[in-house]
């Protein structure tokens, strides 16, 4: 049950995450293109999901980290995302995938939950 709550909680993070990088990371006068979204999930590779499991986790802990302002937290998130080899772009864009497309979302949990055995 541990681990279920443990990948729900990560899942949200990149939930939660994805808005606040996209705000980082475009201007109010790029809109976002739903077409990249749909392209994405076709093509995510196995090693980009499990970069974005590793910085989804890792983004959620700088989330609830209530000693850093939250100016901090957005730095230190894309700064998470780039060290866990993908761009904040690209993060997001498996999120949102991942929204849409059960199979992904299958392939983000199980990644989320192999990543989390070894903490416990």
Do not use: W, Y
């Not at 739903?34 to 196995?46: E, I, M, Q």
Request: charged content about 15%; cysteine-free; glycine content about 4%.
């Amino acid at each position: 049950m541990r681990k279920t709550h443990l990948a729900a909680l990560a899942t949200g993070a990149m939930l939660i995450a994805a808005p606040a990088l996209a705000q980082s990371q475009t201007t109010p006068s790029e809109p976002a293109a739903p077409a990249a979204s749909a392209s994405a999930k076709a093509s995510v590779t196995d090693e980009e999901v499990n970069h974005f499991a590793t910085a989804a986790i890792a983004v959620e802990k700088t989330r609830a980290d209530t000693s850093m302002a939250d100016a901090e937290k957005g730095k230190a998130m894309v700064a998470t995302i780039q060290a866990n080899g993908l761009t904040p772009a690209r993060f997001n864009e498996i999120a949102q995938a991942s929204q849409a497309d059960p199979a992904l979302q299958a392939r983000v949990q199980g990644a989320l939950t192999a990543q989390q055995k070894p903490a416990q």
